[in-house]
């Protein structure tokens, strides 16, 4: 399945819905939206990664790319909704040290 992406906004934060796969099929699509998500000056960006089926090595260099992006303009990034595997991959490749990854809310 090709990635589709959402950008849906509030406050001052920008969310990336993102559906299908990260690969390099993905680059110009993640890299559009992330600039239309970035040309509001929020305070994050959201990477939704919960409708993500798969991600692979050139899709993990896609999103250091946006990282690097974001580092330069002072935007935050946050992942959500990732699997325990990509979990695992993020802090493998020590993105989790520039990625905030958000962890969904537990019912008490």
Not at 22 to 42: C, H, K, Q, T, W
Not at 56 to 62: C, E, K, M, W, Y
């Amino acid at each position: 399945m090709t990635l589709t992406i959402q950008l849906a906004r509030l406050g001052r934060v920008a969310t990336l819905r993102l559906h299908g796969r990260v690969d390099r099929d993905a680059a110009e699509l993640l890299e559009g939206a992330f600039a239309d998500a970035a040309s509001a000056a929020p305070e994050a960006v959201e990477l939704d990664f919960a409708d993500v089926d798969y991600i692979n090595s050139t899709g993990i260099a896609l999103i250091v790319g946006l990282l690097a992006r974001a580092r330069a303009d002072r935007i935050a990034v946050r992942a959500l909704g990732l699997t325990d595997h990509y979990r695992h991959i993020f802090e493998i490749t020590r993105l989790c040290d520039f990625i905030e990854i958000v962890q969904p809310a537990t019912a008490p």
